[in-house]
C-alpha cells in the first residue's frame, strides 16, 4: 500500500511516500514560499504516484482541525504572510479523490512516536510530543485520538514561574511577551545573548535558565495529562540539554507524582533524522484507508 | 434504579442514594476520622437499601485509578493523618456484591458538570472542572472519559508567573512553595493577611492577585486541553471573583485562540449545593450498571 505525508513547515515542505510499515520510498523537500506555489508542487509530487491511497497533512497553524468547523482544512490567522485563512485540505481534495488526513505538525509527529512507542510497550496510550524551535507548540495523543476539542493546543503561550536570573529578559513572541515560547524558542538566544543558540555551549548558564523552563513545560503536562512519555524534537532539543531538564523537572516535582525512570519518560524522539511527522502521517493515512474500508 | 454516591472528602463524607434522572432520594454527611470509622458509616448507610445497584466514589487522594496496578482503589499517600495506604475500594468490595465505581473528587464533579453541561449542549464532549478551595485540583472529561493515563491529574502543583504585587509571598505548599495550590488555596487568605478569606472584600487587592493566578491555570488548561468549558466550584470561588478571572484570562489569552464567550467558558458549577460529584457518581454508577448489562 503506498501513504502519501505532507510535513507542511513555515520554512520547508517535506512530502514523502511510504508504505503501511512507515518505510520511506521516497521523499522530497523544498522551501515554502506562497501557498499556492508550495501546495502545487507537493499535488504535482503525489500525482506521480498512481497508486496512491491516501494522503495526511501535518501543517503549521494555526490551523481548524474541527470537521464541523466552516474553515475545516485552513491555515487560519497565522502570521506567516500570504498563509492566513489559506484551504489547504481544500485544494488537496480538489486534486485527489483520496481520504485525507488533516491535523497540526505537532499532532502528526506525536502520533509517529505514539506508533514507534507502542512497537517497544504496547500498553503506550498517551504521548505527548514537545517541539522547541522557530516555535514552541505540542500535541498529545491520548487513547489513539488528539487531545484538543474546541481546537488544538497552542502550549507555547502559557506562561511560566521566571528565572531569578532571567527577570530582566521580557521575552520575544508579539503576543504574549514572556510566554514558554517568547522565553525557549530558538530566536531567545539572539535577543539574550547576541549570538545564535548554537554557537553558545551547554555549559553557558543560558541553558540552565532554558532547562528550567522547559521542565515547567514538562511539568504543567505531567499535572494536567499525565501522559506515559513526554517526548521532545526540535533545533533547541539535544540529549544534553534534556540531561538538564530532567534535572529541574525532579526538583520542581518533588517527587511528588511517580512518572517512572525519568530517563524513559522525558526523551528525544524515537524517529531518526527529524522523521516523526512522516511516520505520524504514514500511520494517520493507513488509518484512513481502514476506516473507509470498515465503513463498507 | 437506586445508585449510590460517595462524596469522600478530607474534612467531611457525603453519602448519598439517587435514581438515573440524578435525583437524590436521600442523603447523610458526617465528618472525616479514620479510614475504619468513616468507610463503616457509608457502607452501613447503604445496606440500608437492598436494591441499590451500584455505588460511585469521588474521594480525595492522592488515589490509585489505574486498574492494572497493585494498590488501584486505595488512597495513597496522602497527608492525611491516618488514611495514607488505605484500600478504599478494597473494603467497600468486600461489603457489597456490586459494581463499584473509583475516582477523584474532582473527576466525579467534572463528571457531574459535564452531564449537566450536555442537557443544554449536545455537543459538550470535552469540560474541566477545578475545585479551589482548602486545596487545589481539577479533573477533565473528555469524549466521555477522564484524562489521565499514568495516573490522575495534579493541577495544583503546576507552577506560575508570579504576580508584580505578589512576590514576596513565599507560597504555603510544603512540597512546592509557590505552586498553584501554596498560592490560591483558601488557607493563603491567612497566610497573607492574617485575615480568615471570607472576611476579606471582593475589593481587596488580594483578589486581583488571586485571580491572576486562577486565570493562569485557566490559561493552561486552555492550551493544553482545549477543552469546551471551564468550571470553577469549591469554598473560595463565586460569581463575582470568576468576573475577575475572565478578565485576567482575556488579558494573558490576548484572543490568540477563540474560546466564545467567555461567560459561557468560564463558570461556576450548573449543579446546586456544591452537588456536582453526587450528579457526577450517580451518572457514573449508572453508567457501571449499563455496561455490565451490555457485557451479558
Redesign the interface.
Known sequence: MLLGSIEAGGTKFVCAVGDEDYRVKDRIQYPTTTPAETIQKAIDYFKQFSDLQAISVASFG?IEIRPEAERYGYITDTPKVGWANTNFLGMLKAAFDLPIYWTTDVNGSAYGEYILAREKDPNM??LTYYTIGTGVG?G?V??G?F????????????????HPDDLDFKGICP??G?CLEGLVSGPTFEARTGRKGETIPLTDHVWDIMAYYVA?AA???T??????KIVFGGGVVSEAFLKKVRHEFAA???D?????KLDDYITMPLAAHNGSATIGDFALAYREVNQLVNQK
Open positions: 494555526p496510550s498517551a505540542a498529545t491520548l487513547n485520538g487531545v484538543g476539542t474546541l481546537g488544538h493546543p497552542e502550549v507555547g503561550h502559557v506562561r511560566l514561574k521566571r503576543y504574549h514572556d515547567q511539568l504543567q503536562t499535572l494536567h495529562i499525565r501522559p506515559q520542581l516535582l518533588n511528588y507524582q511517580d512518572v517512572g
